[in-house]
């Protein structure tokens, strides 16, 4: 073909732009046919390069994202993750200082309430304490987990776009 070289021929049969064994003309109307899919934004100049379609896809995506999240601040559906775990603290200790406090509401309140029966109501009241901040932990370390995986997640999706 006029005006390639023939590196960059066996390039173009490589990559199934033309086909060996073809006339000069159908490699001159296939090889056209690139062109303008280049200059359109349908393909990229190489193979494995820079997709106009798929790039401007991802954008409209991050674009939609970023644009759900400010609507999700705005409508006070989040909130700083520090906030939160400062006020999930503060509302653990307050309820860990009354339970602690319980013994001492049972003696008052309930003087003649036998040893056993303490015991059994103070047992419970403690598992249940210690099952609360088990369930509490286990589902922040779910959350970061998420958070994670879903950071990964867009991590290898860009990733796999580049070059």
């Known amino acids: 073909m006029v005006g390639l070289s023939e590196a960059r021929v066996s390039q173009l049969v490589g990559d199934g732009?033309?086909?060996?064994?073809?006339?000069?003309?159908e490699w001159l109307v296939a090889y056209c046919e690139r062109l303008r899919?280049?200059?359109?934004?349908r393909a990229g100049s190489e193979v494995g390069g820079?997709?106009?379609?798929?790039?401007?896809?991802?954008?409209?995506?991050?674009?939609?994202?970023?644009?759900?999240?400010?609507n999700g601040v705005?409508?006070?559906?989040f909130g700083p993750v520090g906030l939160l775990a400062d006020v999930?603290?503060?509302?653990?200790?307050?309820?860990?200082?009354?339970?602690?406090?319980?013994?001492?509401v049972l003696a008052k309140s309930c003087p003649d309430l036998p040893e056993e029966a303490k015991t059994a109501v103070l047992t419970v009241?403690?598992?249940?304490?210690?099952?609360?901040i088990k369930s509490t932990a286990q589902l922040?370390?779910?959350?970061?987990?998420e958070m994670l995986t879903a950071d990964d997640g867009e991590t290898e999706d860009m990733e796999a776009m580049q070059p």
């Open 17 to 25: 732009v033309i086909v060996r064994g073809d006339t000069a003309q």
């Open 37 to 41: 899919d280049q200059a359109a934004g």
């Open 50 to 70: 820079l997709d106009l379609v798929q790039e401007r896809a991802a954008l409209a995506r991050e674009q939609r994202i970023g644009q759900s999240i400010k």
């Open 74 to 77: 705005a409508r006070k559906e």
């Open 88 to 104: 999930l603290g503060t509302a653990s200790s307050a309820v860990v200082d009354r339970f602690d406090h319980l013994e001492g």
């Open 125 to 132: 009241i403690a598992d249940a304490r210690n099952e609360w």
């Open 140 to 145: 922040v370390d779910a959350a970061v987990d």
